[in-house]
């Protein structure tokens, strides 16, 4: 059984950092790659950023040069740090994972940015 985890969501100012973290618990061999979603309130849930296994990465427009993506495969964990944050940036955030197992989604992590 497999569990991935979103945490560090938060009440932030415009200007202001969060990093959040997805956590993959559980019987695997190994994560894959691994994505963040956001979903704002009456919107689509929209890609943020990915990551490969061997750390390339990926990242939406409008957030390049303020989020970056990262892993730490020996704690099965990849996180976004997001600096410089805008109110734009509100959303429920979702970690999505790769393993080979399947394809699995957290239950979000919400992030709220005040003007």
């Known amino acids: 059984q497999v569990q991935v985890v979103e945490s560090g969501g938060g009440f932030m100012q415009a200007g202001g950092s969060l990093r959040l973290s997805c956590a993959a618990s559980?019987?695997?061999?190994?994560?894959?790659?691994v994505g963040w979603y956001r979903q704002a309130p009456g919107k689509q849930r929209e890609f943020v950023a990915f990551?490969?296994?061997?750390?390339?990465?990926n990242y939406t427009d409008s957030v390049k040069g303020r989020f970056t993506i990262s892993r730490d495969n020996a704690k099965n964990t990849v996180y976004l740090q997001m600096n410089s944050l805008k109110p734009e940036d509100t959303a429920v955030y979702y970690c999505n994972a790769v393993l080979g197992s399947g394809n699995f989604w957290g239950q979000g992590t919400q992030v709220t940015v005040s003007s």
């Open positions: 990551i490969t296994r061997a750390g390339s990465t």
């Open positions: 559980g019987t695997f061999f190994r994560i894959n790659d």
